[in-house]
């Protein structure tokens, strides 16, 4: 039986990615400081792998070589997926010491731990934001990537470690570059919570809870069909099948690579905001403000790379995310005030 580690598996793409892993037969171990992810979720994850998937959750920071260490003495390590980071863009150019820090010098420390205990197959969560402003779109793998903030930044010196470390030493990663992640558990057992949340889908959804709330849209002067940003938003669930795939690729002798995570389709917000309102069938107040800073105005993937070398396909719909989301917000505010 492989068993994964997951970092930062109590978080929001992590936490899903260990649902998949758990329904793909995998034992997983998290790892987790519960600064951002919740213990609530890995209550859940635990009570849904009531076979013993999950076969342990450590708490413990990626910042302290002892405590990530500890995970590898303690458990047989096949892989790596590695999703522990900091990834809030205006943060990051307020606060780089804590970006630096965390993502890097953690990632090191990680890295450090799985060579000393001979594991060599890691999946890493990276980022469009590797890529800065778009000199094209969609955006393929051969774009150059020249990230316009320190967060980008930190997830390209570790695509760059990791390609040092392949060369050195044998490490073998496969880097998935996500667009915008959106959506939730079907059966809305987990979902997307960060407090406090700067995500525009779950930030349209929380203002239908409270009749005085209402979604504040930044700019509507972009050059682009509506006036509005452009994203493309690839469904969680979606993205978690990715990392399985790529998983089994390293398990199975592939070579390091690097894919895109989108659908190539980009949605405005004014899109993503109707598609809002239809799924809630709420008309939601709306607050127009000025840019927000750093925001470029399209980022579409191009997944062809995806596609053909891991046979990774999205199957969900703008809608089916919404949806999704939608359940879980409703969840959160039943059953977890905040
Ligand atoms: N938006 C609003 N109102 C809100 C929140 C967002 O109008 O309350 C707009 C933003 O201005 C932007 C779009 O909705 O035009 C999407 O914004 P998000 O904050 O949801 O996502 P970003 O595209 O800014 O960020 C995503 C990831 C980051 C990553 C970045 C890479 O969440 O982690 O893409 O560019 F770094």
């Known amino acids: 039986m492989t068993t994964v580690l997951v970092t930062g598996g109590a978080g929001y793409v992590g936490s899903h990615n260990v649902m998949a892993l758990i329904n793909s037969g995998f034992n997983v171990v998290i790892f987790d400081n519960l600064e951002l992810g919740h213990i609530e979720i890995v209550e859940v994850l635990k009570k849904v792998s009531a076979s013993g998937k999950v076969i342990d959750f450590i708490e413990g920071n990626l910042k302290s070589f002892d405590d990530i260490n500890s995970v590898f003495n303690k458990h047989n390590i096949d892989a790596v997926v590695h999703f522990a980071a900091y990834s809030q863009v205006a943060e990051s150019v307020k606060d780089p010491q804590k970006y630096y820090f965390n993502n890097v010098y953690g990632t090191l420390n990680l890295l450090k731990a799985m060579m000393e205990h001979n594991v060599y197959r890691i999946v890493f969560s990276s980022t469009a934001a590797t890529y800065g402003e778009p000199e094209y779109v969609p955006i393929d793998e051969k774009h150059p990537q020249n990230p316009i903030n320190p967060y980008g930044r930190t997830k390209l010196m570790i695509e760059n470690i990791m390609d040092d ?163 879980w917000e409703k969840e959160l505010d039943k059953n977890y005030k905040y």
Not at 236 to 247: G, M, S, Y
Not at 254 to 260: A, M
């Open 165 to 327: 470390y392949d060369r050195a030493y044998g490490l073998k990663s496969v880097r998935l570059r996500y667009f915008n992640v959106a959506g939730a558990d079907s059966n809305s057992r987990i979902g997307e919570w960060h407090n406090p949340e700067t995500h525009l889908i779950p930030n349209i959804l929380k203002s239908t809870f409270g009749s005085d709330k209402s979604f504040k849209m930044f700019g509507t002067d972009y050059n682009t069909k509506d006036g509005t940003c452009i994203r493309d938003y690839v469904n969680v669930e979606d993205l978690a099948q990715a990392h399985i795939l790529a998983l089994k690729y390293l398990l199975n002798g592939g070579e390091t690579s690097f894919y895109n995570l989108g659908t190539n389709e980009g949605s405005s917000v004014k899109e993503v905001f109707s598609a809002c309102e239809a799924v809630t069938n709420k008309k939601i107040k709306l607050e127009v403000l000025g840019r927000r800073e750093g925001d470029p105005a399209a980022l579409v993937a191009n997944n062809q790379k995806a596609a053909l070398k891991l046979g990774w396909i999205p199957k969900k719909t703008l809608t089916d995310s919404v949806t999704s989301a939608y359940n």
